[in-house]
């Protein structure tokens, strides 16, 4: 029941509104106005009136006022009524409402439930164990008032020890004074030393202390929280015990429910697997494909290039004049930037030849081949070897 109230507290308490209203409608809706009847009897009653009409006029204006006042009363309860009654239909639409929304977005909030559920039993967890983390802080309150009772007998044996040493160390003072000094020094600086350590300690404990104290108003507080959430739970128990029937039926309702959304959650589960296995396997597909795409782009644009680079170095070759004393075994490489029309852009010898004649013809002959064939796709710069043959 009360994982029921817990994740479905609107519902509960319009559920006991509901019959609170149905209640008071059945206690205010009895019939007030109604004369009582007279019993019969059969004594013969001798009718005899006195009338004052100034009291008859008082008690007539009083009578109005108060059947005025009672329906007055019973129009204003049967218009809250009326108005409980629109409110829990305008609830139960919207809840129809957020069903529907719940159920148009079921498949979003699939891969959110688990995580939700877990977060919410951690917390039923947490709640749950309050008290025991109560008790628990009780018992380390209590270990840490020993262990600071321990440190102060550690403390105060330690001084004690100290002390005696330093009796001793007076006595052996009188002896060996330069030795004695030295070691006073170093005793004081040991000492200043633990003093920190003691103090440092002091310190830690104070806070630990703090915090414990901090952790056990939480626990407190926390513990008067589930205390008065108890109460209120043993209230609404009470007003409530004529809907044991509804509330066992509507749990296994709610069980079937979440039977059937764990099945839905585990089929989409699975079927997110296989979503999964299928856009990896298409994944894969695209990426062989791609591969196979861009192998064969790259190799279409160097046969691309390479065709290009052949029709430039033919028209180089038919626009160069040969330098006297050349022979045919010397070679240059030309590097040409070029505008995306085919124009050239500049002309450089990367690799002379080691003749600056041959070189300085090659440079002019790619320059009178200005325009050069438009180059193919984003090519912009064009590297060769120039050979007489």
Known sequence: MRDVIRRNPLAFFLAVLMHAAIVAFMVVGVDWLEMPLSPQSDVEIVEAVVVDESRVAAQMAQIKAERKQREDKQRAEEQRLETLKRQQDEEQKRLAQLEEQRQATEQEEARKRDEAERRAEAERQRLE???????ALERQR???????QELEARRLEEENRHQEAERRRVEEEK??????????????????????QQEAER??????????????KHAEEEKRRLDED???ADDERKRLDDEKKRQVEERKRLEEVKKQQEAEAQRLAAEKRRQGEREAREREIREMMAAEDAAAQAGAAQAAQTAYGDAVRQRVQRNWLRPPNTGDTLTCEVQVRLLPDGGIQSVRISRSSGNGAFDRSVEAAVWKSDPLPKPPGVLRELTFIFRPK
């Not at 209590?142 to 600071?148: F, I, N, P, S, T």
């Open 129 to 135: 164990k309050l008290q025991q983390d109560q008790q």
């Open 203 to 216: 310190k830690r404990a104070e806070d630990e202390r703090r915090q414990q104290e901090a952790e056990r």
């Open 230 to 232: 108890k109460r209120r």
């Open 175 to 196: 002896r060996h004074a330069d030795d004695e000094k030295r070691r006073l020094e170093e005793q004081a600086r040991r000492a200043e030393e633990e003093k920190r």
């Open 142 to 148: 209590e270990a840490e008032k020993v262990r600071l």
